[in-house]
């Protein structure tokens, strides 16, 4: 089955390095730009309350210059994140259950616990046209609740694969998200991923998942950007999806 999983580059680290000396340089807004002329199939952001990197007004440049999909990322407990997405009409909506302050995602959301909570918003996003992801730890328990949240798809917190790579742990972890996914998929949910997915990482995620949607990669993929330029990271990571298929 070929693999037509998308590249997501997530963006707040240009955002952080700008941050540290005021001013705009990296221009955020540039960069988004650029990482879609070279390769990337859409932009992430993740506006946090204390606006610690993407800045609100950050999103709202943005989105006039999204050629492919724009994906924002956070957590809807916030009015402010609600409503910024409401007026910025991303293409996808990802939310993330983040405590306030948090340094970065750290955990899926339990379904069972906020099945009424996340149902009403869902409907929130969708009525207004915009698709929805749920970030979910590869449980079946979890998946199974997050279908009758009415979410499009979810996306696979994928920090236990990332640490488990190359270790003794690997193949069986690795089995627990493609289990994941399949209930997803048998379930009618699309299946996004991310956090903590590299070079090293992904291809063997992605081909252990040939229906996979899309990964959403920032941190790693900036890193790699510093020593192998933004347009040879972004072709790297898709070549890594491309050779999975």
Request: aromatic fraction near 6%; proline fraction near 4%; include cysteine.
């Amino acid at each position: 089955m070929h693999n037509n999983a998308k590249l997501s580059v997530n963006i707040n680290k240009i955002a952080t390095l700008r941050n540290s000396r005021g001013g705009n340089n990296p221009n955020v807004t540039q960069a988004a730009i650029d990482a879609q002329l070279f390769g990337a199939d859409g932009i992430t952001v993740h506006p946090r309350p204390d606006e610690r990197h993407i800045t609100y007004n950050d999103v709202r440049s943005i989105r006039p210059i999204i050629t492919t999909e724009f994906n924002i990322e956070g957590n809807p407990t916030e009015q402010k994140f609600v409503d910024l997405v409401l007026e910025t009409q991303p293409h996808q909506v990802t939310l993330v259950p983040d405590a306030l302050g948090q340094l970065t995602s750290n955990h899926g959301w339990d379904t069972i616990t906020h099945q009424s909570y996340l149902t009403g918003i869902i409907k929130l996003f969708k009525n207004a046209g915009i698709r929805v992801s749920i970030f979910v730890d590869p449980v079946a328990e979890m998946v199974s609740a997050a279908a009758s949240t009415g979410t499009n798809r979810i996306e696979l917190y994928t920090e236990a694969y990332a640490s488990h790579f190359g270790t003794h742990q690997h193949a069986q972890t690795l089995q627990r998200y493609a289990n994941a996914a399949s209930l997803a998929q048998q379930l009618g949910m699309g299946v996004n991923a991310g956090h903590d997915l590299d070079r090293h990482n992904l291809k063997a995620f992605a081909k252990a998942i040939p229906f996979l949607s899309e990964v959403s990669i920032g941190h790693a993929l900036i890193c790699d950007a510093l020593y192998l330029g933004l347009e040879n990271s972004i072709q790297i990571y898709k070549r890594q999806l491309g050779d999975a298929s």
